[in-house]
């Protein structure tokens, strides 16, 4: 079997990599698989440093001074873009005249805290400072370079990636209209901004930004073929960020393939501000189709190998930007007004395969006093009962037109406690796996071969542990019949 591994990471997330605790899980894509080792994790940020991904967020730095949003920026995400502190208006706030403060405190934060840090964004229509409307074209051009060359520079070493030029496009794929730059610039400002960008730090990936670009649509073909034809010519570019601001119950269909059809033109891919709003007030209901988008749009990144990861576009639901825009919607976010998790953040672990307990449960003993009568001198035969092999498998399957999960139980029924376990079982019709949590999951053909993982290989006589996976299937997807338990026929709940 061949194994297919991640392009090279960064050095920051080789170092998070190294850092952090592994997951139990393996990726399997077709016939290849890349295991990861497998152990606990405690937080998202755990979870998708394990898998090779970036989980990000949204940082004001003014929020910092409060502990509850300080502890879960510190502890749930390895990545961290500015809100707002990179933007045009923010850093040159007049002409020539730099202000890197807030921008500054989002980079220290990102070096203090040993998460990467994503710089937003050099070139945007929005928010840009009010001199800037008095200039001609020319003029403009000139204050474009002179702004993305000071500030590239200025993060040089600092960011990894940059969004160079953010929503570019409008909603029929043609250049957007209200953009001060399109109209006073023309269609040559995003490559003059890439290449400027370039020039001014060679080593920071470059990415174009945009959003309802999630689904193969005219405006996401548009960015494709502006990708294409910068890759075409030689002009810089290195990824492409999808912003995801999405409503409950409308993933697109298409997003893997959209995402995976840049990716095959040879850039990265990356969710950039994901945050998936609702109409008010939220309910049990809408919070759990909002759970299961933000698994979905994670799962989609992570099946996709060249998505770097998935940031979300802020913390809490209370600094969420959705009210302020989006009239009557909101709860958009993973932590509520009181930063409570919501459904959204099980769903995401689950994504990456669940968080484990950092250190297995201890099992003590029950103490036992012996007794004070002295034992009768006769002893008895010791008979050890051979032990009973057993075992009893639940294959449970949620499916769509072809894919599918399954989530499978695997319960000791003998009377001695399994160290390590290995089940085996054949797909009757031609399923692939394609992600598998809390095992290592290979397959060659038909036949798959599930390994616990670290914390997950001893079962008790008459205990039970559970593992799976995501997979693809041609229309037809029955269950197996027979699985093997360490080479012993299980029966099949
Ligand atoms: C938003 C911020 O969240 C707000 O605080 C600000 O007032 C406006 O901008 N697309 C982008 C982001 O690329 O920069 C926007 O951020 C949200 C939409």
Redesign the pocket.
């Known amino acids: 079997m061949s194994v297919t591994r991640p392009p090279a990471p960064s050095s920051r997330r080789a170092a998070l990599r190294t850092t952090a605790v592994a997951l139990a899980a393996t990726i399997v894509v077709g016939a290849a698989a890349v295991a990861i080792p497998a152990q606990a994790a405690s937080s998202l940020k755990d979870l998708a440093t394990a898998a090779g991904k970036d989980i990000g967020f949204?940082l004001?730095p003014n929020r910092l001074s409060e502990s509850a949003y300080k502890s879960i920026a510190d502890s749930e995400f390895n990545l961290v873009v500015a809100?707002?502190a990179m933007?045009w208006d923010a850093t040159e706030p007049s002409q020539n005249s730099f202000s890197y403060g807030q921008g500054d405190q989002v980079a220290n934060y990102a070096a203090s805290t040993g998460k990467e840090l994503y710089g937003?964004?050099l070139v945007?229509h929005?928010?840009m400072p009010s001199w800037t409307n008095s200039l001609s074209g020319s003029a403009l051009d000139s204050a474009m370079r002179n702004h993305v060359t000071n500030v590239a520079t200025h993060f040089k070493g600092k960011v990894a990636s940059w969004?160079v030029v953010?929503?570019a496009f409008g909603e029929n794929g043609e250049r957007r209209t209200d953009s001060a730059l399109q109209q006073k610039i023309g269609d040559g400002y995003i490559e003059t901004a890439f290449r400027t960008a370039r020039a001014a730090d060679p080593t920071a990936k470059l990415c174009i930004?945009d959003?309802n670009t999630d689904a193969i649509n005219s405006k996401s073909t548009a960015i494709y073929n502006l990708v294409r034809d910068f890759k075409a010519r030689g002009v810089p570019i290195d990824c492409v960020g999808f912003?995801s601001?999405l409503i409950i119950g409308q993933v697109p269909s298409s997003m893997q393939q959209n995402l995976q059809r840049f990716a095959d033109l040879g850039v990265d891919v990356r969710i950039?501000?994901l945050d998936i709003r609702m109409t008010m007030p939220s309910d049990s209901s809408k919070l759990a189709t909002q759970a299961a988008d933000y698994k979905k749009v994670f799962q989609i990144c992570n099946a996709v190998t060249r998505c770097q990861g998935v940031t979300i576009?802020?913390i809490t639901d209370k600094y969420s930007?959705v009210p302020?825009?989006f009239s009557g919607q909101g709860a958009a976010l993973v932590w509520d007004d009181n930063y409570n998790k919501k459904p959204a953040y099980d769903a995401i672990a689950s994504a990456f395969g669940g968080i484990t307990p950092t250190t297995p449960p201890v099992t003590t003993p029950p103490v036992t006093t012996p007794p004070v009568t002295t034992p009768p001198v006769t002893t008895p035969p010791v008979t050890t009962p051979p032990p009973s092999a057993g075992c009893q498998v639940s294959y449970g399957v949620n499916q769509w037109n072809t894919g599918f999960t399954a989530n499978v139980t695997v319960k000791n029924t003998s009377s001695s406690a399994l160290n390590g376990w290995t089940l085996t079982f054949s797909f009757p019709s031609g399923q692939s796996v394609t992600q598998a949590w809390s095992s290592v999951t290979t397959q060659s053909g038909s036949a798959v071969t599930v390994k616990n993982a670290a914390w997950n290989g001893s079962i008790p006589a008459g205990g039970s542990t559970q593992f799976g996976f995501n997979g693809s299937h041609s229309g037809t997807n029955t269950a197996p019949s027979s699985f093997s338990l360490n080479g012993t026929v299980c029966s099949v709940a």
């Open positions: 949204a004001d809100e707002n933007k937003h964004t945007w929005s928010q969004d953010n929503e930004n959003y912003q601001h950039t501000e576009w802020g930007w302020g825009v």
